[in-house]
């Protein structure tokens, strides 16, 4: 069974940085051969993916996000990250790491970890 847990959330003004870790406990070989995503959820709306990496490193990301977040992973750590710049008020949300399709679409497999809180606010 894989569990996450991500860190890295936080309150930030508008226009600055963040970066998220998303540690991954369970089979290294589950993760190393598994598409990666982070998914994110505001108030009042659903979860959604915005971006994602394959198990070869290849990156794709939701309009909303493109040319501001960086997603990454380090197989030997067992952890993806996003790096968040450039942030607006729309990006607060709770920000979850999971599995993604290879194509990079909403496809989550594991059990969902507690996220953590990204608020952009002046």
């Known amino acids: 069974q894989v569990q996450l847990v991500e860190s890295g959330g936080g309150l930030v003004q508008p226009g600055g940085s963040l970066r998220l870790s998303c540690a991954t406990s369970?089979?290294?070989?589950?993760?190393?051969?598994?598409?990666m995503g982070w998914y994110r959820q505001a108030p009042g709306k659903q979860r959604e993916l915005v971006a994602s990496?394959?198990?070869?490193?290849?990156?794709a990301y939701a309009d909303s996000v493109k040319g501001r977040f960086t997603i990454s992973r380090d197989n030997a750590k067992i952890t993806v990250y996003l790096q968040m710049i450039s942030l607006k008020t729309e990006d607060t949300a709770v920000y979850y790491c999971?599995?993604?399709?290879?194509?990079?679409?909403?496809?989550?497999?594991?059990?969902w970890g507690q996220g953590t809180q990204v608020t952009v606010s002046s």
């Open positions: 999971n599995t993604a399709s290879p194509s990079g679409s909403y496809q989550p497999y594991w059990s």
């Open positions: 369970g089979s290294s070989a589950n993760f190393r051969f598994s598409a």
């Open positions: 990496i394959t198990s070869s490193g290849s990156t």
